[in-house]
């Protein structure tokens, strides 16, 4: 309970009053002058003709009707709280954690009906409180806020922990307790895997990420979470260093790629040597029970949709990689070129997408002729502006083709730039019409759509700076980390309402969700 700020010590006195009134009522319902404390516990024996009755005196979670940040706000950012409830005050206060003293009166805007949620909403802005400290926010007949902080770099933890996810989820070594703590493990899957088509062939396929709660590594999801932190890590350098707390931190090599590095190593070694072409996936067979990180592991057979799509990753890496060690960079682009050459071979590029990222990437890698054939082919399509907006490969493909410092088309330039403003500026207004500023309430519990709106406006955000698509970023974070419906922080355990308190696993937990929530955070840190 935090401490009531003395300014409204009156108004709460009152609710106690009332609170006091209730009370004798309550306690007269027990009846015969008895007090319910007073009245038998155990029933001698049954009435004939009345079932027995299975109370549950379980008390619901009473959340809060004040919805911020747990995590907290940045010393210069906007900052705003939302207020559940049809009949507010017109002021609310920011009160010091420890002391109760209010720091901060504020405004509460009026709000309007969300008929999604079957509530009343209001917002309230405190921008100007600049202080660093640890606040929570008090307004009449709702009630008080969860904890949350003010201070510069407030994220800087936060996505340090969201990078490090992925050395706890790494495969094929030990996990020590200096650099996972509770995490730490033995070497797992280091054994020799079996294809699963020709199950006498073996083959090494230790390392990369586990990707679930089966240990499951799978090259297509793999290759598109490298795609996602290689872009993240390219439009925003700076936020990546080299001190995250793993084995590989101190190299001057951005732990980031670090990481990332790992997994390509893996995609690498489910490459088919022979064909060029990608196994789908490294499957932990826990069919026979016992312990996952010992189960033996087999491989499915080569899957053309995994073979285009590590292409198109290697050879993005190949790119980026190249100012740190040349040699491996060009070892992933000879593989890129190859994986390609396998896809090419079985089926046309217009018949998959990836074929159009996977072609920009490797322009832009090589400069080569061929590769920009099937770009063109591609742009000439009719429905390339729709695909723009609802195929992922195709949006990716179009962000590489802006990056390209080769001969590129430059209307086509202009034309994708046209369309990258569009997406944006439909998705500002999204998240301006919405009472908790954001595009989607979290309509699946990854929060895919809010992820891939804000992963969008990053990039926009790169090319064009605008200080309105910071601040809807920034609102989004506040959303995933509490200034939501449920007041749940999503993203870590260690707030006062978290992901735990409904058993889930939490953002960081999906690596899919978990590289585009640290593209979300690269820009605003």
Same mark, same amino acid.
């Given at each position: 309970?935090?401490?009531?700020?003395?300014?409204? $010590?009156?108004?709460?006195?009152?609710?106690?009053? #009332?609170?006091?009134?209730?009370?004798?009522?309550?306690?007269?319902?027990?009846?015969?002058?008895?007090?319910?404390?007073?009245?038998?516990?155990?029933?001698?024996?049954?009435?004939?003709?009345?079932?027995?009755?299975?109370?549950?005196?379980?008390? %619901?979670?009473?959340?809060?009707?004040?919805?911020?940040?747990?995590?907290?706000? *940045?010393?210069?950012?906007?900052?705003?709280?939302?207020?559940?409830? *049809?009949?507010? %005050?017109?002021?609310?206060?920011?009160?010091?954690? /420890?002391? &109760?003293?209010?720091?901060?009166?504020?405004?509460?805007?009026?709000?309007?009906?969300?008929?999604?949620?079957?509530?009343?909403?209001?917002?309230?802005?405190?921008?100007?409180?600049?202080?660093?400290?640890?606040?929570?926010?008090?307004?009449?007949?709702?009630?008080?806020?969860?904890?949350?902080?003010?201070?510069?770099?407030?994220?800087?933890?936060?996505?340090?922990? #969201?990078?490090? +996810?992925?050395?706890?989820?790494?495969?094929?070594?030990?996990?020590?307790?200096?650099?996972?703590?509770?995490?730490?493990?033995?070497?797992?899957?280091?054994?020799?895997?079996?294809?699963?088509?020709?199950?006498?062939?073996?083959?090494?396929?230790?390392?990369?990420?586990?990707?679930?709660?089966?240990?499951?590594?799978? =090259?297509?999801?793999?290759?598109?979470?490298?795609?996602?932190?290689?872009?993240?890590?390219?439009?925003? !350098?700076?936020?990546?260093?080299?001190?995250?707390?793993?084995?590989?931190?101190?190299?001057?090599? %951005?732990?980031?790629?670090?990481?990332? $590095?790992?997994?390509?190593?893996?995609?690498?070694?489910?490459?088919?040597?022979?064909?060029?072409? /990608?196994? &789908?996936?490294?499957?932990?067979?826990?069919?026979?029970?016992?312990?996952?990180?010992?189960? !033996?592991?087999?491989?499915?057979?080569?899957?053309? &949709?995994?073979?285009?799509?590590?292409?198109?990753?290697?050879?993005?890496?190949?790119?980026?990689?190249?100012?740190?060690?040349?040699?491996?960079?060009?070892?992933?682009?000879?593989?890129?070129?190859?994986?390609?050459?396998?896809?090419?071979?079985?089926?046309?590029?217009?018949?998959?997408? #990836?074929?159009? /990222?996977?072609?920009?990437?490797?322009?832009?890698? =090589?400069?080569? /002729?061929?590769?920009?054939?099937?770009?063109?082919?591609?742009? #000439?399509?009719?429905?390339?502006?729709?695909?723009?907006?609802?195929?992922?490969?195709?949006?990716?493909?179009?962000?590489?083709?802006?990056?390209?410092?080769?001969?590129?088309?430059?209307? @086509?330039?202009?034309?994708?730039?046209?369309?990258?403003?569009? @997406?944006?500026?439909?998705?500002?207004?999204?998240?301006?019409?919405? !009472?908790?500023?954001? =595009?989607?309430?979290?309509?699946?519990?990854?929060?895919? $759509?809010?992820?891939?709106?804000? +992963?969008?406006?990053?990039? =926009?955000?790169?090319?064009?700076?605008?200080? *309105?698509?910071?601040?809807?970023?920034?609102?989004?974070?506040?959303?995933?980390?509490?200034?939501?419906? $449920?007041?749940?922080?999503?993203?870590?355990?260690?707030?006062?309402?978290?992901?735990?308190?409904?058993?889930?696993? &939490?953002?960081?937990?999906?690596?899919?969700?978990?590289?585009?929530?640290?593209?979300?955070?690269?820009?605003?840190?």
């Amino acid at each position: 309970m935090h401490i009531k700020p003395e300014v409204i $010590k009156k108004t709460y006195i009152n609710r106690i009053r #009332a609170l006091g009134l209730i009370i004798p009522l309550m306690g007269s319902a027990a009846g015969c002058g008895a007090s319910s404390v007073e009245m038998p516990t155990e029933v001698s024996e049954k009435v004939p003709g009345v079932a027995t009755v299975s109370l549950n005196y379980e008390v %619901p979670a009473q959340l809060p009707n004040v919805m911020v940040d747990q995590v907290g706000y *940045e010393t210069d950012s906007e900052k705003t709280v939302v207020f559940r409830g *049809e009949d507010l %005050p017109k002021s609310f206060y920011v009160c010091d954690l /420890e002391s &109760g003293e209010v720091v901060y009166t504020g405004e509460i805007v009026k709000g309007q009906y969300n008929e999604a949620l079957s509530e009343f909403d209001s917002q309230g802005f405190f921008s100007d409180l600049k202080e660093e400290g640890d606040y929570y926010i008090y307004t009449d007949v709702v009630g008080e806020s969860y904890s949350f902080s003010i201070k510069e770099n407030v994220y800087g933890e936060t996505f340090d922990r #969201a990078c490090k +996810r992925y050395y706890i989820n790494r495969c094929g070594i030990a996990l020590s307790e200096n650099y996972a703590g509770d995490n730490a493990h033995s070497a797992c899957h280091t054994t020799m895997a079996r294809l699963q088509e020709d199950p006498d062939t073996q083959i090494d396929v230790s390392g990369g990420w586990h990707m679930d709660e089966q240990a499951g590594r799978d =090259t297509t999801l793999g290759s598109r979470i490298v795609e996602n932190l290689l872009l993240a890590y390219e439009m925003n !350098p700076e936020s990546f260093t080299d001190d995250t707390g793993i084995p590989e931190s101190g190299n001057d090599i %951005p732990d980031i790629l670090d990481e990332v $590095k790992y997994e390509m190593e893996w995609l690498l070694k489910m490459q088919d040597s022979r064909t060029g072409g /990608e196994y &789908g996936a490294a499957v932990t067979d826990t069919s026979n029970g016992g312990d996952v990180f010992v189960a !033996p592991v087999y491989v499915t057979p080569i899957d053309l &949709g995994a073979t285009v799509s590590f292409a198109s990753t290697a050879a993005r890496f190949s790119y980026i990689y190249q100012q740190f060690d040349q040699e491996f960079a060009t070892t992933c682009l000879k593989a890129a070129d190859r994986a390609w050459t396998c896809f090419l071979n079985n089926q046309s590029p217009s018949e998959n997408t #990836a074929a159009f /990222e996977a072609a920009a990437q490797l322009y832009r890698a =090589t400069g080569a /002729e061929n590769y920009h054939l099937v770009l063109d082919e591609f742009f #000439a399509r009719s429905d390339f502006d729709s695909l723009f907006d609802t195929d992922e490969n195709v949006f990716l493909g179009a962000v590489t083709y802006l990056s390209i410092n080769k001969a590129v088309d430059v209307e @086509r330039c202009t034309a994708l730039m046209k369309l990258l403003m569009k @997406r944006s500026e439909e998705i500002a207004a999204q998240a301006a019409k919405s !009472p908790y500023l954001v =595009t989607d309430m979290g309509s699946d519990d990854r929060f895919r $759509k809010i992820l891939a709106d804000m +992963r969008c406006l990053t990039i =926009t955000d790169h090319i064009i700076y605008n200080h *309105e698509y910071t601040t809807i970023i920034e609102n989004h974070a506040h959303f995933l980390m509490g200034m939501n419906p $449920k007041a749940m922080n999503y993203v870590t355990d260690d707030t006062e309402r978290t992901y735990e308190a409904e058993g889930a696993a &939490g953002l960081l937990g999906d690596p899919e969700s978990d590289a585009l929530f640290i593209f979300m955070l690269s820009v605003i840190i």
